[in-house]
């Protein structure tokens, strides 16, 4: 079958525009990745016509011989619904996990993503510890979050804990908490190592100044994870515009009736006095 008839190709194209209409992705601000599962590669292979190898500029031996969906680098998510072709691609890794192939898509000479050192690290970690549920990779320019990195501490426990505190359900929906990346240049190995580092513990990963990387196992929870992180950081926006102290607010021992109510483990290096 084509590979757009695919519903994971649907899927991929459905959140790369509801991202765009969340605000999230200015010009050709943030990336999306998809790791394919092998019947989904067989579904679609007749609509292949791979290109040369090319480098990765990173070693993912752990995803050697996989197939990505992912986002061109300058290209527009809110171009994807109207022109996938030459937004987004599928590429193979060799038996290394050190070169790839675009075997679709990316037409007329686009790439992947700039951020594809991060994406494919990112995928190996997750990969490695979710025993193979985890698909997806997220980097969006989510505005308020990015606003919290100028008046925040760079931490992962202050930023774990203001975000829980805005909504009851965050301590349940990323109950492992978020990881903080200080400002570094993107687009790079260094970058992708140390969000993937984070990521061992975390399935966010805030990029300080830049945005937030999110990872999960489908479309609608990675999305839904991105969304339920960013309206905290908007409702944490407005509580400190309003004024800069809270007056009430959810207290750890709250949140350890709610990890027990809801069967999740909070743990308790952010749930300090
Ligand atoms: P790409 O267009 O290369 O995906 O880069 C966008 C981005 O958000 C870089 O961090
Ligand atoms: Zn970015």
Request: aromatic residues 12%.
């Given at each position: 079958m084509r590979l757009l008839d695919a519903d994971f190709a649907k899927g991929f194209i459905r959140m790369c525009n509801d991202g765009w209409e969340q605000g999230?992705?200015?010009?050709?601000g943030g990336n999306l990745s998809y790791r394919v599962k092998p019947e989904e590669v067989e579904m679609v292979k007749e609509d292949f016509t791979p290109g040369d190898w090319q480098p990765t500029?990173?070693?993912?031996p752990g995803l050697a011989r996989e197939y990505f969906l992912v986002t061109g680098s300058g290209k527009y998510f809110r171009n994807v619904i109207i022109n996938p072709e030459d937004s987004m691609g599928m590429i193979e890794l060799d038996d290394t996990g050190e070169r790839y192939r675009i075997v679709?898509?990316?037409?007329?000479g686009g790439r992947p993503t700039s951020e594809l050192p991060t994406h494919l690290m990112n995928h190996e970690v997750k990969k490695m510890a979710t025993g193979g549920a985890y698909r997806v990779i997220y980097h969006a320019h989510t505005p308020n979050i990015i606003a919290l990195t100028f008046v925040l501490p760079l931490k992962d426990e202050v930023f774990t804990r203001e975000l829980w505190e805005m909504a009851t359900e965050c301590p349940v929906v990323f109950p492992a908490g978020v990881g903080v990346v200080p400002w570094m240049v993107p687009g790079g190995r260094e970058i992708a190592i140390e969000t993937s580092r984070l990521m061992k513990e975390y399935d966010v990963a805030i990029w300080a100044h830049h945005g937030i990387f999110a990872a999960g196992v489908d479309f609608d929870s990675t999305f839904g994870l991105m969304h339920t992180v960013e309206k905290a950081a908007e409702i944490l926006v407005k509580v400190l515009s309003i004024?800069?102290?809270?007056l009430q607010t959810i207290q750890p021992d709250d949140f350890r009736k709610l990890a027990k109510e809801f069967g999740v483990t909070l743990p308790e290096k952010f749930l300090y006095e």
């Open positions: 999230w992705h200015e010009r050709n500029g990173i070693k993912v679709w898509g990316l037409a007329d004024q800069k102290t809270k």
